[in-house]
């Protein structure tokens, strides 16, 4: 025989026979949910036969176009397979029951285009869903009376083998069709996360779910469930789900509101913890698997840093806010070099608001470079950035050009890589004086970004003067430090309602770098410090600075060539800022909680 006629009866194959279908459903009906012996008997002699109708019924429903179409020519097809569902000889065979169960799977429409079609979709799931929860059927009691098993253990079974053969299926690849008419074979990962909803909370659907959420998105119509991401979101926000780090991971991949509920709730926990401190902070922002998710996938990372963009523009002057966006950044920077070289994605993908010269710059980490490099990096940026604002104020109208955009990019791009700060206020202890200016205007934009309403060429000035008076305080030749200093400093960090004041912490900064990095003796330097921090309540404020600073020097943000003595004046220090803050009243340190 020619290989075309062969094809042509191949194509020529007879279709399912309506009258056959009436035959089976009759039998159906007989058996009922085999209560009899007589109907357990004539299931078990006509179930080799039935497997045969089941798999030429599957046939025809992958051939047909629509569910409305098959159920235009098997009218009785749900009464059919509904009764078989409720079977247990039926559903206690392993094929029968996987036939069944992709008859039912077969019929979902990914996208219900009438009403007949969406009735069907809610019935599918209601069996499905009924077929393998419910543990008082009748039937079931009594086919597990015969068998001896549990009726719970019976049911986990189904549900486990179900689980099984769904993941199966969902495994294989895409193969479209040649006749266009007919379905994708990717039609099953709809039905197969629609089926999911009722069971999400079960441990035993846990491959099924990590397998669902992990397979590649090569076909459009490999979508997922919208109503199955939301019960998996909302099971797994209200600690009623466990999943695996990989699957937490794909699921805020495949769903933007899981993803935006979870950075929200990391911020919210965040902002709660306002005595925390930046070690604690990091512990909690990397125990949160978001770095890791922003790295593996730059989409990820982008709707992570829009909702840090948009908190940042409604809590600017939140020291706590910009100390959480920092160290995200360090723990997605760090998880994204242990990806190299696997990831071969720009950093210009991750950061494409940012200025781009700007970029490599910032993201290089201090201790990327000798710390003799330092003055010449931090001036080159703070040139930069003197630039970038100058040509913004010099438009008159810069909201419509872009500039504002701009200086808040560079802005954002600076908070987010603030351990450049700490190197400034590093370099400020020894700073000569023609010298300092790159460094406090770069200081100053970073806590007063724009003029308009930061007043940041006032702040330039006012951080001078903190600066002026740090430096003859910790001189070693001054001892006891002049009062007049002193007095002038205490009043730089106390707020003037009469005039636009330096943020506190920023004078705060400078000061607890003096104290660490100087020359001057320690017993002098802690005198100085616990007199300032004293008068101006700024004590809780000075223990998170300190720590900040220890950390960051562990990272190697702040290098020193005598580690071990910066070490040790910085636990010195410690041990009496904790001591001060001790002593304080509830009322006292209610207060003056200023979180960085």
């Avoid at 005595?275 to 125990?287: C, F, M, P, V, Y």
């Avoid at 948009?310 to 939140?318: A, F, M, R, V």
């Avoid at 201790?367 to 930069?384: A, I, K, T, V």
């Avoid at 017993?523 to 004293?534: A, K, N, P």
């Amino acid at each position: 025989m020619s290989q075309p006629l062969v094809l042509l009866q191949q194509k020529a194959e007879p279709l399912l026979d309506v009258q056959e279908m009436q035959l089976w459903l009759e039998k159906a009906v007989a058996w009922g949910q085999a209560d009899s012996p007589d109907a357990q008997k004539d299931t078990c002699l006509h179930l080799s036969r039935l497997r045969d109708f089941l798999q030429q019924l599957l046939t025809h429903i992958h051939n047909t176009s629509s569910t409305t179409e098959t159920m235009k020519r098997l009218p009785v097809i749900g009464q059919f397979l509904g009764r078989l569902c409720w079977n247990p000889y039926v559903t206690a065979d392993d094929t029968s029951r996987r036939l069944l169960l992709q008859n039912l799977w077969g019929l979902y429409s990914e996208h219900p285009s009438n009403a007949v079609e969406r009735k069907a979709n809610q019935w599918i799931r209601k069996v499905l869903c009924q077929l393998t929860t419910e543990d008082d059927d009748t039937a079931t009691q009594t086919l597990v009376k015969h068998m001896g098993v549990p009726t719970t253990q019976y049911h986990l079974t189904v549900l486990r083998k179900k689980v099984a053969l769904v993941q199966e299926n969902i495994g294989k690849g895409c193969s479209l069709p040649i006749d266009r008419s007919e379905r994708c074979s990717c039609d099953r990962i709809l039905a197969a996360s629609e089926a999911c909803v009722p069971l999400v909370t079960c441990a035993e659907a846990a491959p099924l779910i990590g397998a669902l959420l992990q397979r590649p998105l090569i076909c459009a119509r490999a979508a997922l469930s919208v109503d199955f991401l939301d019960a998996l979101s909302s099971a797994y926000s209200s600690n009623c789900l466990l999943l695996e780090e990989q699957t937490v991971v794909s699921m805020w991949y495949h769903s933007l509101s899981s993803l935006e509920e979870a950075v929200l709730s990391l911020l919210e926990s965040v902002l709660a913890n306002t005595g925390s401190t930046l070690h604690r902070l990091e512990q909690q922002l990397a125990q949160s698997l978001l770095p890791k998710a922003c790295a593996q996938h730059c989409s990820i990372f982008l709707v992570v840093n829009d909702i840090f963009r948009s908190i940042l523009k409604q809590l600017e002057g939140n020291e706590c806010i910009k100390s959480a966006i920092h160290t995200f950044t360090n723990c997605f920077i760090r998880e994204l070099s242990l990806l190299q070289p696997k990831m071969s994605i720009s950093l210009k993908a991750f950061f494409p608001q940012s200025p781009q010269n700007l970029l490599g710059p910032l993201l290089t980490q201090p201790s990327e470079m000798p710390q003799e490099s330092w003055r010449h990096h931090l001036n080159w940026l703070s040139g930069s950035l003197q630039r970038l604002t100058e040509e913004e104020e010099e438009d008159e109208d810069s909201s419509r050009t872009g500039g504002h955009h701009k200086v808040f990019e560079a802005w954002f791009l600076l908070v987010q890589c603030a351990h450049w700060m700490q190197a400034t206020a590093q370099l400020l202890v020894t700073a000569r004086p023609e010298d300092c200016d790159p460094l406090l205007r770069l200081l100053t934009f970073y806590h007063h970004p724009t003029n308009k309403g930061h007043h940041r060429a006032q702040q330039l000035v006012r951080a001078k003067d903190a600066w002026n008076h740090l430096c003859p305080l910790f001189s070693v030749l001054a001892c006891p430090p002049p009062i007049d200093h002193l007095q002038s400093l205490v009043a730089l960090l106390s707020p003037n309602p009469q005039q636009p004041s330096l943020t506190p912490l920023s004078v705060l900064d400078l000061l607890v770098n003096f104290a660490v990095f100087s020359q001057k003796s320690l017993s002098g330097s802690t005198e100085i410090l616990q007199t300032v921090v004293d008068r101006t309540g700024l004590v809780s404020e000075a223990v998170c600075v300190l720590g900040s600073l220890e950390l960051r020097l562990n990272r190697g943000s702040c290098l020193s060539s005598d580690g071990n003595r910066v070490h040790l004046r910085i636990k010195a220090l410690q041990n009496t800022l904790t001591h001060m803050y001790a002593a304080q009243s509830p009322a006292e340190k209610q207060a003056h909680t200023h979180p960085l």
